[in-house]
């Protein structure tokens, strides 16, 4: 398999955050809702793959489906696909080289947060609510107890959760741009996100289709999503942008002049 070096990575995260920074609202519409949808259609699939096996098996239950979840990065990455995550450390990247400006970022963020949403949310109700995907026996018992487990978090809590599950995301999108073969990329992403699931870490975009779910079966509500979003979208914004972003830029700034 095909592997830069980290410095070689750091470049081309550059390069990726300055092309993310510059791209037309024609491609990020579209490419932010397939990125959402991806984020949602896999943690379907980890519902749907866990829900499924007995209680008493809880520790195998919670590594099958956090074995599964990382699909939808894959996705993102191999098929094409704006991911808010990873933008929140490709595009601070480029903004620490003086390569995009402050608005761009913000532009960026505030655009793939929408497509993101409406991606995520279309899952949701397509296939969760319409489809009935997580709305009858374990799956609705699996997607509840979920939801009512990010919710309950303080804000405090639920920020640092945000912190670690995007330091771990970021990670998997700057190896995968190391990766020259997409066996190599597809190992790259599989187990930082595979991590952050098992760990119970919180993402702005999976819980962009977890909790709607639950809206929809009546078992949450618009206040409670709104609570849990603005937390855990910082603790993202932080982990992606400071523990990646920041770190990497401190190490291979000289190189990067």
Known sequence: MGFVKPDQIALRTLQAGVKKANMPLSVQLPLGFAAGAFIALGFLLAIRVSAGLPPEWEGFRSFM???????GLILCLVAGGELLTGNMMALPFASMAGK????QVAKNWLIITISNFAGAICVAYVFGHLGGMTE??????QTVAMTHAK???PFLVAFISGIGCNWLVSLAVWMANGSDEGSGLILAVWFPTMAFVALGFQHVVANMFLIPASIF???ATWAQYVTNFVPVF???AVGGSLFVAGIYR???RKSLQ
């Open 65 to 71: 489906g956090a074995a599964v979840f990382p699909l």
């Open 100 to 103: 995009a400006s402050y608005w």
């Open 136 to 141: 009858h026996g374990p799956y609705l018992a």
């Open 151 to 153: 919710l309950e978090e």
């Open 217 to 219: 079966a009546g078992q």
């Open 234 to 236: 910082l603790g993202n």
């Open 250 to 252: 401190l190490a291979y």
